[in-house]
T-cell receptor
Framework: QQQVKQSPQSLIVQKGGIPIINCAYE??????FPWYQQFPGKGPALLIA???DVSEKKEGRFTISFNKSAKQFSLHIMDSQPGDSATYFC????????????WGLGTSLAVNP | DAGVIQSPRHEVTEMGQEVTLRCKPI?????LFWYRQTMMRGLELLIY????????DSGMPEDRFSAKMPNASFSTLKIQPSEPRDSAVYFC??????????????FGPGTRLTVT
């Protein structure tokens, strides 16, 4: 029940494409769903996060879509750029988890010029 | 703010040796997390502290691993004795309870550990 399943494991798109990364969870008590971005040689950094009271959140070219009934959420990157090439992690938690994030296994994204 | 500081950035050691990784969290943050990252297992939470007290160490792989947080500005992760399978990148992260439901964790640059 604590798992977060992320797919695909890797993704290659052309510049300007819209990569989509999906995550699914089982614990209906989760109420915070962040996406982290990690560049090679760096630690992960928060990209965008959503709570289940909204179905979509946009920050710049990054959008989270949230489907509470399906227990799924996804990250869309509009007009992707080579600089977006990184590993993306989804995660989930709730107050009962005392700040412990449950992480997906990550998606390696390559955006070709 | 300097962000989360980790040292050393790289560590190469021989099997059986003791390894100590260090972390300085962001000032004012009251949560500290230790993670291990490998290609095979992804990002694993090893242990985390709240106000210097260990809250959950269920991710610590075995007794060879230990972590301490003697004060709000310093934490160590020790491996004794080290084994080749401990080779990984170890991250420290910190977080602050804002009371807003934000759980953002700020990660350090990591320590790349190689055990030969």
């Amino acid at each position: 029940q604590q798992q977060v399943k992320q797919s695909p494991q890797s993704l290659i798109v052309q510049k300007g494409g819209i990569p989509i990364i999906n995550c699914a969870y089982e614990n209906t008590a989760f109420d915070y769903f962040p996406w982290y971005q990690q560049f090679p040689g760096k630690g992960p950094a928060l990209l965008i996060a959503i709570r289940p009271d909204v179905s979509e959140k946009k920050e710049g070219r990054f959008t989270i879509s949230f489907n509470k009934s399906a227990k799924q959420f996804s990250l869309h990157i509009m007009d992707s750029q080579p600089g977006d090439s990184a590993t993306y992690f989804c995660a989930a938690t709730n107050a009962g988890n005392n700040r412990k994030l449950i992480w997906g296994l990550g998606t390696s994204l390559a955006v070709n010029p | 703010d300097a962000g989360v500081i980790q040292s050393p950035r790289h560590e190469v050691t021989e099997m059986g040796q003791e390894v100590t990784l260090r972390c300085k969290p962001i000032s004012g943050h009251d949560y500290l997390f230790w993670y291990r990252q490998t290609m095979m297992r992804g990002l694993e939470l090893l242990i985390y502290f709240n106000n210097n007290v260990p809250i959950d160490d269920s991710g610590m792989p075995e007794d060879r691993f230990s972590a301490k947080m003697p004060n709000a500005s310093f934490s160590t992760l020790k491996i004794q004795p080290s084994e080749p399978r401990d080779s990984a990148v170890y991250f420290c992260a910190s977080s602050k309870n804002l009371g807003t439901g934000s759980y953002e964790q700020y990660f350090g640059p990591g320590t790349r550990l190689t055990v030969t």
